[in-house]
């Protein structure tokens, strides 16, 4: 009995448009570094935790560069299962289901038992365990793992509604109105061969509308190009509910549930990450200055919390770091440098007593000596049990900046003495002044 796992990693065709910018501008999202290592990385360990799973697909259509080539390259033999990397022949892409039609053969060779299908932008306690004996209790029928949030926030997500065997009677993508604070979570397990059987009904159908218009001179390319691009949840999920074959397993109030389409909630889940090294891998953290009596500067930075630094980093004994601090490689960090609640990445170069708060600093990036980059929190509020971050919105109803994180895109230099509060950065960009709540193009 096997399964397999897909991670659906999206491509190029929303990359430049993502609200993940600038960072999305020089490296592909699903390898962007969190708390160390890549988004898509944290996923594929997470298969680690069911023996069964014997290969995982990543699914997508960016094109095959030297980044993501190297990626796939450096995962070979590290896991017990395959790991291999399937690229979508439309650059538009194919949808969340027309990805996986189209490589059906693949997925269903070995004949496995279920497939777990994960969006890549999802940070989450996988109970991949827990979905695998609730699958097997349901014959033939699939299951998506559900969380709740807040009546406001529901809008944004798929929303079910179920009755008390957990089926799902109702499914509606991203109401206008509300319908149930009970969401899809963005992971599934699902029955191959009734999935392609009902995908295949879906394409077929197109597929013949396509000719008849056609044939009466009607079918433009957008048309044609609408018979390949089929979406899991519009085509799948609503069709299927109410049939007696599609679940839902809610996932606990105490397990963490995040989405990443911003920068800032990328902060938010290295939290999480970095909190599951200090249970499962404690040795990949920087040990706390508490834990080992490291009053004294001459016996290292002064470490708060969970911290991760990368080997090749140089921190000066009298920084303090953390909590939740990632470090990339070959960062310098100066004398008296302070950071707190941030990830900065390779290259970049925090000068002496300077200080980053809530921020993500770009690759190969410099803020001068005494300097502040200082971001606003990304957390969901705490006096409510079912919200969740803003992961959606750049700006509110009227084109304002929302307070976020601050973001440095690659390259960009800030002068010593100055002030970034609440800002986006564009890469490359050589900053002499102070500037709060503005894109800076």
């Given at each position: 009995m096997s399964?397999?796992?897909?991670i659906?990693?999206?491509?190029q065709?929303?990359?430049?448009?993502s609200?993940?910018?600038?960072?999305?501008?020089?490296?592909p999202?699903?390898?962007?570094p969190?708390?160390?290592?890549?988004?898509?990385?944290?996923?594929?360990?997470v298969?680690?935790?069911?023996q069964?799973?014997?290969?995982?697909?990543l699914?997508?259509?960016?094109?095959?560069?030297?980044?993501?080539?190297?990626?796939?390259?450096?995962?070979?033999?590290?896991y017990?299962?395959?790991?291999?990397?399937?690229?979508?022949?439309?650059?538009?892409?194919?949808?969340?289901g027309?990805?996986?039609?189209?490589?059906r053969d693949?997925?269903l060779?070995?004949?496995?038992?279920?497939m777990f299908?994960?969006?890549?932008?999802?940070?989450c306690?996988?109970?991949?365990?827990?979905?695998?004996?609730?699958?097997?209790?349901?014959?033939?029928?699939?299951?998506?793992?559900?969380?709740?949030?807040?009546?406001?926030?529901s809008?944004?997500?798929?929303?079910?509604?179920?009755?008390?065997?957990?089926?799902?009677?109702?499914?509606?993508?991203?109401?206008?109105?509300?319908?149930?604070?009970?969401i899809n979570?963005?992971?599934?397990?699902?029955?191959?061969?009734?999935?392609?059987?009902h995908?295949?009904?879906?394409?077929n159908?197109?597929?013949?509308?396509?000719?008849?218009?056609m044939?009466?001179?009607?079918?433009?390319?957008?048309?044609?190009t609408?018979?390949e691009?089929?979406?899991?949840?519009?085509d799948?999920?609503?069709?299927?509910?109410?049939?007696a074959r599609?679940?839902?397993?809610?996932?606990?109030?105490?397990?963490?549930w995040?989405?990443?389409?911003?920068?800032g909630?990328?902060?938010?889940?290295?939290?999480?990450?970095?909190?599951?090294?200090?249970?499962?891998?404690?040795?990949m953290?920087?040990?706390?200055?508490?834990?080992?009596?490291q009053s004294?500067?001459?016996?290292?930075?002064?470490?708060?919390?969970?911290?991760?630094?990368?080997?090749?980093?140089?921190v000066?004994t009298?920084?303090?770091?953390?909590?939740?601090?990632?470090?990339g490689?070959?960062?310098?960090?100066a004398?008296?440098?302070?950071?707190?609640?941030?990830?900065?990445?390779?290259?970049?170069r925090?000068?002496r007593?300077?200080?980053?708060?809530?921020?993500?600093?770009?690759?190969?990036?410099?803020?001068?000596?005494w300097?502040?980059?200082?971001?606003?929190?990304?957390?969901?509020?705490?006096?409510?049990?079912?919200?969740?971050?803003?992961?959606?919105?750049?700006?509110?109803s009227?084109?304002?900046?929302l307070?976020?994180?601050?973001?440095?895109?690659?390259?960009?230099?800030?002068?010593?003495?100055?002030?970034?509060?609440n800002?986006?950065?564009?890469?490359?960009?050589?900053?002499?002044?102070?500037?709060?709540?503005?894109?800076?193009l």
């Amino acid at each position: 009995m096997s399964y397999k796992a897909i991670i659906l990693i999206g491509g190029q065709q929303h990359q430049h448009g993502s609200i993940f910018r600038p960072l999305s501008l020089d490296l592909p999202t699903p390898l962007f570094p969190v708390a160390g290592r890549p988004l898509v990385q944290h996923q594929i360990e997470v298969c680690l935790k069911v023996q069964a799973i014997t290969e995982v697909l990543l699914i997508g259509c960016y094109n095959r560069g030297d980044t993501l080539d190297q990626f796939i390259t450096s995962l070979q033999g590290k896991y017990p299962f395959k790991v291999r990397y399937l690229q979508e022949y439309n650059p538009m892409g194919l949808g969340t289901g027309g990805g996986l039609y189209h490589f059906r053969d693949q997925i269903l060779a070995t004949d496995p038992r279920g497939m777990f299908v994960f969006n890549c932008d999802v940070c989450c306690d996988f109970p991949l365990r827990d979905m695998i004996e609730f699958y097997e209790s349901k014959p033939n029928s699939h299951v998506i793992l559900g969380t709740t949030v807040n009546e406001k926030q529901s809008h944004h997500y798929g929303c079910i509604v179920t009755d008390p065997s957990h089926q799902v009677r109702h499914y509606v993508e991203k109401p206008e109105t509300f319908v149930s604070n009970l969401i899809n979570a963005g992971i599934y397990l699902l029955s191959p061969a009734d999935f392609f059987s009902h995908i295949r009904s879906v394409y077929n159908i197109r597929a013949m509308h396509t000719i008849e218009y056609m044939n009466n001179g009607d079918s433009t390319m957008d048309e044609v190009t609408h018979v390949e691009s089929i979406s899991l949840e519009h085509d799948f999920l609503a069709k299927i509910a109410g049939s007696a074959r599609l679940y839902v397993m809610e996932l606990s109030r105490d397990r963490f549930w995040s989405q990443i389409k911003t920068a800032g909630c990328a902060i938010y889940a290295s939290r999480f990450y970095l909190y599951t090294y200090r249970v499962s891998y404690p040795e990949m953290l920087s040990p706390n200055s508490s834990d080992t009596l490291q009053s004294d500067s001459n016996m290292g930075p002064c470490i708060t919390g969970n911290v991760w630094i990368h080997s090749s980093a140089k921190v000066d004994t009298s920084a303090h770091l953390g909590p939740n601090v990632s470090i990339g490689a070959n960062v310098v960090i100066a004398s008296g440098v302070r950071v707190r609640e941030s990830i900065v990445l390779d290259g970049a170069r925090l000068e002496r007593h300077s200080c980053v708060l809530y921020s993500v600093v770009g690759w190969n990036c410099r803020v001068g000596a005494w300097s502040r980059v200082e971001g606003m929190p990304n957390d969901p509020d705490a006096d409510d049990p079912h919200a969740r971050p803003n992961a959606d919105a750049l700006f509110d109803s009227e084109g304002r900046l929302l307070p976020s994180s601050t973001i440095l895109g690659q390259g960009v230099s800030l002068a010593p003495e100055k002030m970034l509060l609440n800002c986006i950065v564009l890469p490359h960009k050589s900053l002499s002044a102070t500037y709060k709540h503005q894109i800076i193009l």
